[in-house]
């Protein structure tokens, strides 16, 4: 290492530091895969416009990623998380995605997932002392 170099560790990371950082990454990925990164989110919203479900996530090189799914525990017996999976999963397919993948802790929705055709690939343990936290994935089918 360079003795002019410094190692900086922080909690506050300035933006555009990351944005260097992610897009240096970014560069170099191209060099073996198209730019194919396009986000995916879907809501539902009540009469007043105010989101009472929604899903986050990304679909690129094939794949949709699940980042984030929400339902407003008052709605959570409408089956509102699964329409919002099946919904992406049916976009993620027309955008040329062969298989999804997530992941959730042992205290969030791991069954939920299951029966919805996600299987658990990877597993870590000891998150907060007690929780476990599961990869799935899922393969998607053509739509007819």
Known sequence: MNEHMNLEITNYPVASDDEFVASKLREYNLQF???????LSAYFRDSEGDIVAGLTG???WNWLHIDYLW???SE?????GSKLIAAAEE????????????????????????????????????YSGKH?????????????
Do not use: H, M, W
Request: glycine residues 8%; hydrophobic residues 30%; charged residues 25%.
């Open 58 to 60: 990304k679909t690129y």
């Open 76 to 80: 959570r017996k409408n089956q509102l």
């Open 33 to 39: 895969v198209e730019k194919d990164v396009n986000p």
């Open 91 to 126: 976009e993620a397919i027309k955008r040329g995605c062969t298989g999804s993948s997530l992941d959730t802790f042992s205290f969030q929705a791991l069954r939920f997932y299951q029966k919805l055709g996600y299987s658990v690939f990877g597993e870590l343990n000891g």
């Open 132 to 144: 476990q936290r599961y990869y799935l994935e899922k393969q998607l089918g053509q739509i007819i």
């Open 71 to 73: 339902v407003n525990e």
